[in-house]
């Protein structure tokens, strides 16, 4: 007699319950995202569409920062409240898949004849962890640089469909204006937040998704000359051109986007993430065009990589009750159900979603104020090739050495080439 697996059994079960009893499932959903932002609508929608199957789905909202993922994955652990939550960070993923708190798709997928190739792109297999997938990854990350469109015409400047680092840098001090507290910055690099920003969105449309590695993982490679430029060119914005704010008053002011870039106080920012505050013109009260411009290149190449990746990683507790329905809620909202989302900012990555309805549901209530085209081509258009991570050993311990020695740069107290140099010997002993 053939054994079955209690994984299948599992499904059966659920599937059976789903669809024999009459009692209604109420799945439970945790994300990072506002309500408002959209996950209320997606929530809304989906208990209207499925109402006469039964099913509903009520969402809860974590921050996703250190403290509110360690609330997620306590909650996990725990037991079976929680049905489907979404994971941000690869780090994290591969730590709720290897520690059972995120379901294995496998069995399901199989069963359903789902490719996640086919629905969301080549990209999709490298967020399976140690060969299995553990998500659906619904949104494709797609940055580029957010710049106040009223200030580059006022100057003179077009919107750059592609750019170098120098050429950036050049523009950042062109559109730099006044001192004290009147003062205009050209660009702000939000360091306080992520002082990685630089190496993850300019660097890697040089050198591939793994730029703190050489080839292999053995070794970092902190002192590759495409490194120094990046860093010394931030560093030098910040503090010889001063076309940048600090890192220092970045952090002891805690500066932020909204307060920087939507007051007027810089001509530029990093990424797209505000457009939530920029369509919010009751809390941050602005009348000027936000446009999109892609982020420059270190080096000119002619066949370079575009920053991207997958993201919000919709996963399934492996303790759920109701694995089928929240099963059910994944494909949906994957496939079909993120618009309201869409309006906040986020990409829908399925192969589903038409490129126009998306820049709709982005420009909708903001028609004065954002820059449709450059949205549209810096954000939403697909690219011919991502810069996709695929290193991460000893990934934490050399991202805190990373932090700590450029932190020493952007205050002035070591050059970027020994910071840098300083990084790379004390990271490689972490592969050693």
Known sequence: MRRVSGFAFLVFFTFATLFLSAAPIRLVMWGGVPPEAGPQAVCDEFNKEFASQGISVEYERYVNDEPGNMKLDTNLLAGGDIDLYMTYVPDYLKKRAQGKMALDLSALLARDKYDLEKAFGPMAKAYFIDGKPYSLPTKIDQYGLVVNKNMFDAAGIPLPTSWTIDEFRAVAKKLTKGEGPDKVYGMFFNSQQDILYPINYFLVQN??????????????????????????????????????????????????????????????????????????????????????????????????????????????????????????????????????????????????????????????????????????????????????????????????????????????????????????????????
């Open 207 to 432: 050198v591939g998704g793994d730029p703190i590695y050489k080839a292999g993982g053995k070794e970092t490679a902190f002192t590759d000359p495409l490194m120094v430029k990046t860093i010394k060119t931030v560093a030098e914005m910040m503090l010889v051109d001063k076309s940048a704010p600090t890192h220092a008053d970045s952090v002891s002011q805690k500066l932020s986007q909204e307060g920087m870039f939507l007051s007027g106080k810089s001509a530029m920012t990093i990424g797209p993430w505000i457009i939530r505050s920029i369509k919010d013109t009751t809390k941050y009260p602005h009348d000027f065009v936000s446009a999109f411009v892609p982020y420059p290149v270190v080096a000119k190449s002619a066949n370079p990589w575009f920053q991207g990746g997958l993201g919000d990683h919709l996963c399934i507790n492996p303790k759920s009750r109701n694995i089928e329905a929240a099963w059910v809620f994944a494909k949906w909202y994957a496939e079909r159900g993120m618009l309201p989302v869409a309006s906040g900012g986020r990409v829908p990555s399925h192969v589903n979603f038409n490129k126009d309805a998306i820049a709709n549901a982005f420009m909708a209530g903001a028609e004065k104020i954002l820059d449709r085209p450059s949205l549209k081509a810096v954000l939403i258009d697909s690219k011919p090739r991502y810069a996709v991570p695929s290193i991460t050993t000893k990934l934490p311990e050399i991202r805190k050495v990373l932090f700590e020695e450029l932190e020493a740069i952007y205050l002035g107290k070591k050059t970027p080439e020994q910071g840098l140099k300083d990084a790379k010997v004390r990271s490689d002993a972490f592969l050693k």
